[in-house]
Every structure is written in C-alpha cells, then in structure tokens.
C-alpha cells in the first residue's frame, strides 16, 4: 500500500468525498489520525463504505463485527499491554508460524501493528473492520468487555457531578458541552442513520434508560446508557436542538441538522415531560434518502397510469390517505417532481417542509405567528399558482379554501387521514364541505400503507394452505427467516401497497346522493379497483412482502 495518501485519492476518484472537504479534515486533523478517518469524525463519508473501498482498492479483507474471530493472541507473552491495544485500535488474532493476523480499523496502524512482531521475518496479515467493532473485539478479548457506549459513559460519569449539580443548568450546560457527552450524543444518532432508522426514542423510567430506534416502521430495543447519564444527554441534544435546557415542564419542539456518514442529516426533535424524566422523540429527515420516483414506491402498473393522468390534470383535488408515517408525504413528493417543469408554478404549505425540492415554493406552517395551513393557502391563491401542494387538510376552514382552489382552475394535492379512499369523502363531509363541491372538485383518492420487504437474502418460499392460495392466486408465498444482511429481523426496506380511487361520473353521483363511503368503496370496486389488501396479496404472490405484514397494516379492513 502506498500510503494515506493514496486512500484519500482513492476517495476522491470513487466521488466518495471532495477534495474541498478534505483539505478541511487535514486543517482539523489531531495528532496522528488519518485525514480520511478525520472526515469520517466530520461526517464527510461513512466509515463502512469507506473501508470497503479501501479494501477494493488494495485487496484487504473487509470484515463485519460477527466475521471477527476470536484471539487466541497472549499479549502477556509478547510484553503488550491491553491500553496499547485500545488506543490504537490494533486487535491482534493470531500468530500462526511466521504470521500475524489482526485486525485494523486505518491501514495507517498497520507500522503499529507491525511492532508486534516478536523477530524478523515474520509476515502481517491485514483485515480490516469499523472503528467500533475492533474496539469491541479488543474489548472482549483483553479488556472488560466493555463496548463503545460503556468506555463513552464511563468518561460521563468521571464529568458528572452530585444530584444537586445535575439540577442546575449551568453544570447541565458545562456537562453537555463535555467531549464525552458529546461523543454519546453523536453514536446513538450515528447508529440510527446506519440502521436506517426514521425514529430515535429516549424514555426514561424509574431505574433505567430505554432507546429504541424504529426501522421500517417497527420498534426495535438497542444497547442504552445507565439512567445518570439521562440528564446530560438530554441536554445536549436540546443544546444541538436549541431548545431551553433550563426548561423541564414542558414539552418543547426543535431541530437538529448535521452530517453523518457523508449525509446530510435533518432530524425534528421533540421532547415531553414524563414521571421519570424527559422523554425525547426524534425523526430523521435524511434527504439523500427519499424516493421521489413514482415507479420506484411500489405503485402497480394500472394504478401507476391512473395516478399519472391525475396529477397531469390542469385542475381538481388529489387527496393520499393513510396513517401517520404511511408514506403520503412522499408519494405527493414524488407527484410533484413529475409534474415539476418550467412552465407550471408549485407552491406548497406544510407542517414541517421535509424534504426541500428545487423549483419549488415551499412554505413553512408557524401557528406561533398566524402562519396556520388556511392562512397559507388563502396567500397561495393570489401566488398564481398551477399547482398547490397542502401538507393535511385538517379543519373546514383548510377543506373549503382548498376545495375553492381545485374549482378555479388549480390543481391541488393534499393529505387526510382515513382507513382507506372512499373513507375520505366521508371526512370531508364530516367537516363540513357541501357534497356538490366534493363531488365536483375530487378527481381521485389514494389510499397506502407500508408493508417491509422480505430480505432477498433469506427469504424463503413455503406451500401456501388453502386459505392463502384463495387471496393470493398462488401456490407458493413467502416468509422472513433472518441473516446478518437484515439484522436477523428478516426484512430490508419498505415498499408501499395503494388502492387508487378514481373519482368517476358513478363515483360522483353517489357522493351526490351522499352515499355512504361503503357504497362507494363497492362501486369502485365493480368498476375495477383493488383495495390495500388485495394490492397486498399480489405482492405476497411475487415474493415482495409476507402475509402476516400484509395482514398487520390492514387490519382494519374487512373484505
């Protein structure tokens, strides 16, 4: 290998980093750590791609942390220390004959781990692994045991102060601002954009910490720190946040945006006062995430074509239905890039703008200052506006001024939550719109859920019973089964399941006649439409999704 800096040109070949970022990592370079593994420290690039790049680049190993074996090294033999070890991050495997196996987080240590050759003559075998997961397997090998987070609390509690102290905000302030904390901060978040989780939830009770990170829609428990650290962490978070650390009474909202793994990160904090604490909820917005092609969410072929004349309409209402994190925000980004040319003017309104799209006006709701979604759409109006976006409907006042736009010659899109389409018709109504401007403005109702992918990697097909084989139209479905890809929960990745609502001249005159959305839903179905769960079976027969996802995330309707 020829060097630290034939890696960092190997990064900048593969389009991994710039070279502007990292004449910025060497001006913050400390002591000697790498210029690469100082932009991964700055959240330039993720450290697992970039260490499967240099594995490519110069045929080293690349190992995930269950690869890693055991040592049977003795490091009391060869006259090494174990702080040796940790601080540079060299974990030893071997020594079989002439050759030396370890393993290494920067081939920067490989000099260091060549120090610990007991003669001359003797060969290096190198693999490589993350910074964490050669801590951990130096830890369980010569340590205590620790991991990461232990050695990181273990720094807080030596910061931390008496239970007096913890409660004043000026010790909270100087604790949270402490490196320690801050590394702690930072690992819970890096771990859940690694993850790919869209939630962090921090909850404290009467003895401990909980974290649990939501993965593809699903809660799932990680490792969490002891109940002292709580104080500190979350005040770090609301320092990050900008919120009042002072303030533990009420709940309080916030944002934090920084860069992980070459990501740029947006996340919507949210904390509440609980029994035991301060609770903290925060989603992450990860822009270099979103799906905004439509073809790419999962839409069937027939309900794709009926989505798109829809949204090509000069004018008339497009409702996306479903419940709270069900991917309606995403489908209408989706819609809104399709149709985003330079001859049409977009405007949206939303609570909060997730994703920003270029071309397009996007407002802010801020209730705080009179900026509420009917205030903001009464402005949008006199925009000249082609096409408006409304992050929800929520009230009569949002529905009548929305509905008034779709009937003056805009196209309009926005959001409600019903259990499916015809369930829409009968919330407008329920808030107070008159049925003949309903059934004059709507010009078609989608419906979605989102069901987890099985993981192609284990997924394995088994002999429908005959009950399946009727919804399914097949003879063969599939189940998850779990492997080291998918973090053994089976699945990888969401995709979406709809039922696409045409609003038609029989559809119109039901609502009309104020049909109920049962009536609707069953027309619609003569005329051709498939519901979520039938949408979901055809996606069991191809091997997409498993039954028991599809029954989870339609269990409220009843064929």
Same mark, same amino acid.
């Given at each position: 290998?020829?060097?630290a800096g034939?890696?960092?040109q190997?990064l ?7 070279g502007d970022?990292l004449n910025?990592?060497?001006?913050q370079?400390q002591?000697n750590?790498s210029v690469?593994?100082t932009a991964?420290?700055?959240?330039y ?8 790049l240099?594995a490519r ?15 049977t ?8 220390s174990y ?7 060299v974990?030893p ?5 002439d050759t030396?196996?370890v ?14 050759l007991?003669g001359a003559?003797?060969?290096l075998?190198v693999?490589l692994?993350?910074?964490e ?6 830890e369980?090998a ?24 913890i409660e004043?905000?000026?010790h909270l302030?100087d604790?949270a601002s ?8 930072n690992l819970i ?5 690694e ?13 401990d910490?909980?974290i ?10 990680v490792?969490?720190?002891?109940k002292?650290t709580h104080?500190a962490l979350?005040?770090r978070l609301?320092i990050?946040?900008?919120?009042n650390?002072?303030e533990k ?17 947006? /996340?919507r904090? &949210? @904390?509440?006062? !609980?029994?035991?604490?301060?609770g903290?909820?925060? %989603?992450? #917005?990860?822009? +270099? ?5 439509l073809?790419?969410l999962?839409?069937?072929?027939k309900?794709?074509?009926?989505f798109?004349e829809?949204?090509q ?5 497009l ?5 709270t ?11 809104l ?9 977009i405007?949206?309104?939303?609570d909060?703008v997730?994703y ?18 009917q205030?903001g759409?009464?402005s949008?109006?006199?925009?000249d ?7 929800e409907?929520r009230?009569f ?5 929305a509905?008034?736009a779709?009937?003056?010659?805009? /196209?309009?899109f &926005? @959001?409600?939550? !019903?259990?499916?389409?015809?369930g829409?018709v009968? %919330?407008? #109504?329920d808030m +107070?719109v008159?049925?003949y ?10 419906a ?6 099985l993981?192609?990697a ?6 429908a019973p005959?009950?399946i084989r009727?919804m399914t ?7 998850e089964?779990?492997?080291k890809?998918?973090?053994n929960?089976g699945?990888r ?19 009309l006649?104020?049909?109920?959305s049962?009536?609707?839903k ?5 005329a051709g439409m498939?519901?979520?769960r039938e ?6 027969r ?5 039954v028991s996802?599809?029954?989870?995330v339609?269990?409220e309707?009843v064929l």
């Open positions: 290998m020829s060097g034939a890696i960092e190997a900048i070949d593969a389009g991994k980093i710039s970022a910025t990592a060497k001006a370079r002591g750590r690469w593994r991964v420290a700055l959240g690039i993720a450290e697992a791609d970039t260490l499967k240099i680049q110069f045929g080293i190993p690349c190992l995930n942390p269950e690869e890693i074996p055991a040592s090294f003795d490091i009391t033999a060869a006259g090494i702080p040796y070890l940790s601080e540079n991050r974990y495997v071997r020594l079989s004959g030396l196996e393993v290494l987080c920067d081939p920067a240590a490989i000099p260091l781990a060549e120090a610990l007991l003559g003797r060969d075998k693999s692994a993350t910074e997961a050669v801590h951990l397997a130096i369980r010569f340590g205590k045991g620790a991991s990461v987070m232990d050695s990181i609390v273990g720094r807080v509690d030596e910061e931390g102060g008496t239970d007096a102290e004043d905000a000026d302030a604790l402490g490196a320690p904390v801050i590394k702690l901060a978040i890096q771990r859940a954009v993850r790919g989780a869209s939630d962090i939830h921090i909850e404290p009770f009467e003895n910490v909980s649990r990170y939501r993965v593809d829609g699903i809660l799932h428990h490792e969490s720190p002891p002292k104080a979350l005040s609301k990050m946040a900008r919120l650390i002072a009474r009420l709940p309080q909202d916030g944002r934090i945006r920084t860069r992980i793994g070459g990501k740029d990160i947006d /996340m904090v &949210s @904390t509440l006062p !609980t029994v035991h604490g301060e903290v909820v925060m %989603r992450i #917005l990860d822009r +270099g995430s979103v799906v905004i092609d073809g790419a999962g839409f069937p072929e309900e794709l074509a009926q798109n829809i949204i309409k000069p004018y008339g209402m409702l996306v239905t479903g419940p994190g069900s991917g309606k925000t995403t489908t209408l980004y989706a819609a890039d399709k149709i985003n040319t330079p001859d049409k003017k405007i949206t309104v939303e909060p997730e920003q799209m270029k071309g397009i006006n996007q407002i802010q709701v801020r209730p705080q200052i009179g900026l509420s979604f205030n759409l009464r949008i109006v006199r925009q506006p082609d096409v408006i976006m409304v992050g409907i009230d006042e949002t529905a009548e001024i509905i008034q779709a009937l003056t010659g805009h /196209m309009v &926005s @959001t409600v939550h !019903t259990n499916d389409s015809a829409a009968t %919330r407008l #109504l +107070g008159e049925h401007l309903i059934s004059s403005a709507l010009a078609g109702v989608l979605q859920r989102l069901v987890r992918v993981c192609p284990c997924k394995r097909p088994y002999d005959d009950n009727a139209g097949g003879p063969t479905a599939w189940r089964q779990g492997c890809e998918c973090g929960t699945y990745g969401r995709l979406g399941i709809y039922e696409m609502l045409v609003v038609d001249d029989a559809a119109r005159n039901l609502i006649q104020r049909s109920s049962h009536v609707i069953e027309q619609a179905r003569r498939r519901t979520l949408d979901g079976w055809r996606k069991v191809d091997g997409l999704t498993s996802e599809v029954a989870r339609t269990a309707e």
